[in-house]
Structures are given as C-alpha cells and as structure tokens.
C-alpha cells in the first residue's frame, strides 16, 4: 500500500499532523510519499491515483484532499456541516447564502441579529466568524461577494467537543475549546448517530455545550481530513484510509475492525 501525505513547512497548524500522519502509514508498513501543492499539481499523484486506486491513500488538508478526489475521476462527497436529519440536534436556525446578500444589511448599518458566516464550499476563502457590526465585514472583504455561504443564528457555547465516528461507533471524544468539565450529554450524543442517515464510514460530530447546559450539534466533519484532538493515531489513520476507499468505491477492506 502507499499513502500520499501532504506536506507542510514547519510553523504551519498542518504541518506536526500530517507529519504523525505520515509517520503513522509507515509504522504501518505502508510506503509513504510526501507531496506539496506544485508537485500535486504536476500530475506527479496521477499513476497512483489512475493505475493503481486500490494500493493508494491520499491524505491532506480538506481542499488538497478534494482536488485529488476530482483527479481520481470520483465524485466528490457532499459537504456534510449540518444534515437535515440532525436538525432536532441543531437547536439553531441555519440557512444557505452568498457573501454579499449576507453583508449587504451590516454595510449599510441597518439593525441586524449577529450571525455566524463560514464558506460553504471554499473553506479557505476566510475563517468562520460572527458579523454584528461593520468592523466585522473586514476580515472577507477581499473575498467575492459570490462565494456561497453557511449562514447560522448565534449561539454562545461554553465548551465545544468532537465526537469521533467509525464504523458506526463513537470512538473518542474529545475538548477541543472551552471549558473542559462541560462534557455534552452521550444519550443525545448516540441518539443523533443512530438518526445520522448516509452517514461515512468515518467522520465527527462536533458538539457544542452552551451556558444553558442544553447539548447542540456544531458540525459534521467528514472523515477524508479531520483535525485529531487526541485520538489514537492508528484509529485516526484507520478512519482516513477507510474513508478514501469508500469516496473511490473500492471493497471494504475491513481496516480498523480489530483496534
């Protein structure tokens, strides 16, 4: 098997992840090639990704990920955030649109409820964050007004977790922000990972804690690039490998069953 794993320079918050990633494959046994950006872009994933998709595993950021699945000649999945069959765990109002439809009432100071705004599909276009005055237009104010958008009523948490998913089951879950003696409610945690319909074979549900004590989804993160806040490494790279071959439609090959 071989695993193409990105590479960052050091000093990026990508850059000692992928590097336990890559560490990880080879503990493994796995031949792992490093690759940045340009060489992507070269073709230099292409034999791999063509020739041979059931000895290979690309793993990345979200957007390196997504292009190497489009080179692959796959679909790519849809982007998961917040599935309608989770809405009783949502707790918020929650809606699709374009920058600029958003921005339009903050520019022209009218009165407007604060809301939360992240890039629906070009997570890198600008970090998620609450527009509640003008001032705030300006971290995306370089960005295309065109460029869609999750649009979300705000609400305060006081802790935020991820909920690791594999294999149908809850693995590890974990304090990534705030305070962590606020742990969510598990039977609102199971519940909603047994009403998750077309759910991957792996990915997370963030869950939020607000200062209510009420246990609110965050997110759904698929499974292809996760950020790991602790989970056993061989579980993780297990869940990267079995979510691959599942976008590429390839057999189950069973990984991650034993551990």
Same mark, same amino acid.
């Given at each position: #098997?071989?695993?193409?794993?990105?590479?960052?320079?050091?000093?990026?918050?990508? @850059?000692?992840?992928?590097? *336990?990633?890559?560490?990880?494959?080879?503990?493994?046994?796995?031949?792992?090639?490093?690759?940045?950006?340009?060489?992507?872009?070269?073709?230099?994933?292409?034999?791999?990704?063509?020739?041979?998709?059931?000895?290979?595993?690309?793993?990345? &950021?979200?957007? #390196?990920?997504?292009?190497?699945?489009?080179?692959?000649?796959?679909?790519?999945?849809?982007?998961?955030?917040?599935?309608?069959?989770?809405?009783?765990?949502?707790?918020?109002?929650?809606?699709?649109?374009?920058?600029?439809?958003?921005?339009?009432?903050?520019?022209? $100071?009218?009165?407007?409820?604060?809301?939360?705004?992240?890039?629906? @599909?070009?997570?890198?276009?600008?970090?998620? !964050?609450?527009?509640?005055?003008?001032?705030?237009?300006?971290?995306?104010?370089?960005?295309?007004?065109? !460029?869609?958008?999750?649009?979300?009523?705000?609400?305060?948490?006081?802790?935020?977790?991820?909920? @690791?998913?594999?294999? &149908?089951?809850?693995? *590890?879950?974990?304090?990534?922000?705030?305070?962590?003696?606020?742990?969510?409610?598990?039977?609102? #945690?199971?519940?909603?990972?047994?009403?998750?319909?077309?759910?991957?074979?792996?990915?997370?549900?963030?869950?939020?804690?607000?200062?209510?004590?009420?246990?609110?989804?965050?997110?759904?993160?698929?499974?292809?690039?996760?950020?790991? @806040?602790?989970?056993? #490494?061989?579980?993780?790279?297990?869940?990267? $490998?079995?979510?691959?071959?599942?976008?590429?439609?390839?057999?189950?090959? &069973?990984?991650?069953? &034993?551990?």
């Amino acid at each position: #098997m071989r695993a193409y794993v990105q590479q960052f320079l050091k000093g990026d918050p990508n @850059y000692l992840n992928l590097e *336990r990633i890559a560490y990880t494959f080879w503990e493994r046994g796995y031949e792992v090639l490093r690759f940045d950006y340009p060489e992507f872009c070269k073709g230099n994933l292409d034999r791999g990704l063509l020739s041979y998709p059931d000895e290979t595993i690309v793993a990345g &950021g979200v957007g #390196m990920v997504r292009e190497a699945i489009k080179r692959a000649n796959r679909s790519l999945p849809e982007l998961l955030e917040l599935p309608n069959c989770l809405k009783p765990w949502i707790g918020r109002e929650y809606w699709t649109s374009t920058l600029e439809e958003v921005r339009q009432p903050f520019e022209k $100071e009218e009165y407007t409820q604060p809301v939360h705004v992240k890039p629906l @599909y070009e997570h890198k276009r600008f970090t998620g !964050t609450v527009f509640r005055e003008f001032r705030d237009l300006i971290p995306s104010a370089a960005v295309d007004g065109a !460029t869609e958008v999750l649009v979300q009523e705000v609400v305060e948490f006081v802790s935020e977790w991820r909920a @690791y998913i594999f294999r &149908g089951n809850i693995r *590890r879950v974990a304090n990534y922000l705030g305070d962590p003696l606020a742990f969510p409610n598990p039977v609102q #945690m199971q519940a909603a990972l047994e009403a998750f319909e077309n759910r991957p074979v792996a990915c997370s549900m963030d869950w939020g804690i607000t200062s209510a004590g009420e246990t609110l989804l965050v997110e759904v993160n698929d499974g292809y690039s996760l950020g790991n @806040y602790g989970i056993d #490494m061989h579980i993780y790279t297990a869940m990267i $490998e079995a979510r691959w071959r599942e976008i590429m439609g390839l057999e189950d090959n &069973g990984i991650g069953m &034993g551990i």
